[in-house]
């Protein structure tokens, strides 16, 4: 009989296969040239085999403790992903934070640049963009016939966000960056340079159809509503939480914690001047100048000294932080970027206008708010949050790591 471990090491193939870019964020090469299939027909393959190592691992026979957590983890994350297939959601997967709209986009913020491969995999990947927006469009375009379609506002915002990395809201296509950020590498290949600037025209064009795709197809369909009903919220925060909720307990539980916050923002307010309102005081730290960041260099240089005084003051500490993750290095991302040749880790932040404090000019002469705010923004894609928490000692538990991993990104 197949072994728990081997069971979960197959399936982390399995999940590759089916999802290039999952094969990318779990750091298994092979794949960094590929784009997903969408369609119907791929999901519900993904499907069958999901249920195959499913049923593989109920029939396993756990040896000891670790393969017996192994053998629930798996259990608990599959069963999940069965259940959401066959919720048919993925037929209406449109939304302005996690779906394949910002995916495909967002993978080449990951992918290394620091070789004439690494620069061959993004040309490839740019290729692909039209094909994989196609497949989604396919089984978007399935949900509308049953009657399976998102909320107007999530199909209006993904449309703008579309249109914006295609170039269409005054700023250059986001796939234009990786252009600058190969001739900023320096490697010297003018047919791979060509190459990549006709893939970056082919993605920006793809998202700039599928923008109005949306606008001029998809959202005659959309719902009006933004709810999407007690069943599918429970079901979405089974699959990111990997527990159960009471959704009424929980959104009280929300506004409880909400109102500790402000309760904890109006003691600070006034800390800095007593009485003073959370806007009062957001004012008075924005007018010191002592209290200030002007310019992208500072910026970045501050926010790469915090990482590195954080990852000093925790390792040891509160955490064992891996030599692998205690290296970041901090980037500014305005829209568009053209990433450093590198392959550490970046941390990114994407700076809008009107929000948190911040105020956004020119290139040459806009400026932060205050630090604190930024702080905020900041550590969620920090060594101090969640890219910590998705790095621990793969030996303290003898259970392939990327498992669950695997298994949400699909």
Known sequence: MTGVFEIADNFVGTVAKHNPLAATHMGITGSDHLMPDYSPDATHSFYREIITALGQMEAAVPLNDRER???????????????????????????????????????????????????????????????????????????????????????????????????DRNSPPF????????????????????????????????????????????????????????????????????????????????????????????????????????????????????????????????????????????????FDILDPVREIEASYHHRVVPLPCTTRGHLKTFPAQAALGIRLGGKQNFRYGVKFLLLIMKVSQGIISRSLQCCYDRRAFAIPTIVWQGLRDM
Not at 130 to 154: H, I, M, N, P
Not at 193 to 216: H, Q, V
Not at 284 to 307: A, C, H, N, V
Request: net charge negative; charged share 30%; proline share 2%.
């Open 69 to 167: 957590m192994c053998k629930d983890t798996f259990i608990d994350a599959s069963t999940v992903s069965v259940e959401q297939h066959e919720s048919r959601d993925y037929l209406r997967d449109i939304n302005v934070l996690f779906s394949p709209v910002q995916s495909v986009r967002s993978i080449f913020d990951l992918m290394p640049k620091d070789s004439l491969e690494a620069w061959e995999n993004i040309a490839s990947r740019m290729e692909k963009v039209k094909d994989s927006l196609f497949t989604y469009r396919e089984a978007l375009d399935k949900g509308r016939a049953e009657g399976l379609v998102a909320s107007r506002r999530q199909v209006n915002g993904c449309a703008d966000q579309c249109a914006v990395w295609a170039g």
């Open 175 to 318: 796939f234009d960056s990786m252009v600058d950020a190969f001739d900023a590498c320096g490697i010297s290949d003018g047919l791979l340079g060509i190459r990549l600037e006709k893939a970056s025209k082919s993605a920006s064009k793809a998202y700039a159809e599928f923008s109005n795709y949306l606008r001029d197809a998809y959202l005659t369909d959309a719902t009006p509503a933004d709810g999407v009903g007690r069943e599918r919220y429970a079901l979405s925060a089974k699959g990111y939480l990997g527990v159960d909720i009471d959704p009424e307990e929980t959104y009280d539980w929300g506004w409880e914690q909400l109102e500790w916050v402000r309760s904890e923002m109006l003691k600070t307010a006034s800390a800095i001047k007593p009485g003073a309102s959370i806007d009062e005081a957001i004012e008075i730290l924005d007018s010191d100048p002592e209290r200030m960041i002007k310019g992208e260099d500072e910026f970045r240089q501050w926010m790469q000294d915090l990482q590195d005084r954080t990852i000093e003051e925790m390792d040891g500490v509160h």
